[in-house]
């Protein structure tokens, strides 16, 4: 088996004993697989149609916990359930897990079938049905970075999550020798993700010892954050079963650099990209320019979704190659968007602020909503900006902080109006939910700091 399945391939492999269980999951809003673990014989009987879940898997944090304030569900509300649809043009084989397949599914109201409009892979449909409205394919992709470590997550969780050992010793960008270091998780991860049907391209070593970087082929928006959150998933899956761990985690030390996850983005219409205008200076079509220009002038609005957590934000210093302002470049890895391809049938743009601790399909919905409202509004795209642009004054910032990020969160029109009001309440607060438990921690900074001079 290799790449994805048909109901009747999966059908056919359940009852020759290739496959015995079928994963069958939504994301939820952290961007993780949650849902159950079916025999192979039961869900191609019956349980291919739907199943269930509790709604409270889109209200929660990375702890699990409950936090109040949701107006989709709440202890008051008791808590019922949500329809888990498989979409069967998701099935895959698992390669890494014996005889076991994955589906994705979508999630809807138990009443009344109706999609369930914050759960995160109804956000991006939502956003790429806009585009087709307006006669447009998005066409994206996302780089995966992140950090292996020697120890494995129960050896680090009891050491406290102190004295880190990333897996390689200096760093490794572009290095084939140290990455040949790290290859007992990297081929496999990569040979099983291309057997499951994820176009993977190839992986790198990035600027940091024991970073790595894994890129997948551009595709359909939905697609390509499907491909993200199986790859992710995989990454982690691989790692510990090779006695290591990996994490997204955006910043993981002070002195390290950060993981980020750049998006490369264009439309096409009848397999051509609307982007490209051969005529036009840098190859760039007038469509393009309004797209680039309303992220750049909503960037501040959807930074949340490209930074979700409080941590997320320590990634944002100068001269760390995570940008620090909203402006864009030709080729120019200091912005924070870069146009790619330049001159090409290939020119795209590239979206540098999302951090390794993304949701994808929030992310692109995001990205898609902004540029689609400046393509409506016409809005003009200035000139390219050069050299440093972490020194450029005259260019805005993005929000430094969580807290920030929630307030242009709350009071986007322009997100509102992409998304509705009640996914935007959603977010903002699980945005404040992150902050709030933040506040009321003491940090190792904190007491190492004040335990004796205070």
């Not at 939820?28 to 697989?33: F, Y």
């Not at 709440?74 to 979409?87: C, H, L």
């Not at 999302?354 to 929030?362: E, H, M, T, V």
Request: hydrophobic letters at 40%; one cysteine or more.
């Amino acid at each position: 088996m290799s790449g994805l399945m048909t109901f009747d391939s999966l059908k056919a492999a359940v009852a020759e004993g290739r496959i015995d269980t079928v994963l069958t999951c939504i994301v939820d809003m952290q961007g993780r697989l949650m849902g159950k673990r079916f025999v192979g014989h039961h869900f191609v009987e019956s349980a291919w149609e739907e199943t269930h879940c509790c709604n409270y898997l889109l209200a929660t944090d990375l702890e699990m916990a409950t936090p109040d304030g949701y107006a989709a569900t709440s202890w008051a509300a008791g808590y019922g359930d949500y329809v888990m649809k498989p979409d069967l043009a998701t099935i895959r084989p698992l390669p890494w897990l014996e005889g076991t397949a994955l589906v994705l599914c979508d999630v809807l109201d138990h009443h009344s079938h109706a999609p369930v409009p914050h759960s995160p892979r109804q956000v991006l449909q939502a956003q790429v049905a806009r585009a087709e409205a307006m006669g447009f394919t998005p066409v994206m992709a996302t780089e995966l970075e992140f950090f292996l470590f020697e120890q494995n997550l129960r050896e680090i969780a009891a050491g406290g999550f102190r004295e880190l050992r990333p897996i390689s010793d200096y760093n490794e960008d572009y290095h084939i020798f140290q990455t040949t270091k790290e290859e007992a998780v990297m081929r496999p991860l990569r040979n099983h993700l291309h057997a499951a049907g994820v176009p993977v391209e190839n992986t790198k070593g990035e600027a940091e010892a024991g970073q790595e970087e894994l890129n997948i082929r551009y595709g359909p928006a939905l697609d390509a954050a499907d491909h993200h959150t199986i790859a992710k998933h995989a990454v982690k899956e691989i790692a510990w079963a090779q006695g290591h761990s990996a994490s997204f985690l955006a910043k993981w030390a002070a002195d390290r650099v950060g993981s980020s996850s750049h998006v490369h983005q264009s439309l096409w219409r009848d397999g051509a990209n609307v982007f490209f205008d051969e005529a036009a200076p840098h190859g760039m079509s007038e469509t393009m320019r309004h797209y680039m220009a309303g992220q750049i002038r909503y960037a501040r609005d959807l930074t949340f979704f490209l930074a979700p957590y409080v941590n997320s934000y320590k990634r944002f210093r100068a001269g760390s190659f995570a940008p620090t302002k909203t402006a864009w470049s030709v080729d120019n890895r200091t912005a924070g968007f870069r146009l790619c391809g330049e001159g090409t049938r290939a020119v795209r743009s590239e979206c540098r602020i999302g951090g390794s601790d993304l949701n994808p399909y929030l992310a692109l919905a995001a990205l898609l909503a902004a540029g689609l409202a400046g393509i409506e509004e016409q809005l003009d795209l200035g000139p390219a900006t050069t050299g440093d642009v972490y020194g450029n004054r005259d260019v805005p910032e993005v929000p430094r902080t969580l807290r920030a990020a929630t307030e242009t969160l709350r009071g986007s029109a322009m997100l509102r109006a992409a998304m509705g009001d009640a996914v935007i309440d959603h977010y903002t607060r699980c945005a404040e939910w992150e902050q709030e438990e933040f506040d009321i921690a003491v940090t190792d900074w904190e007491i190492a700091r004040g335990f004796e001079r205070a």
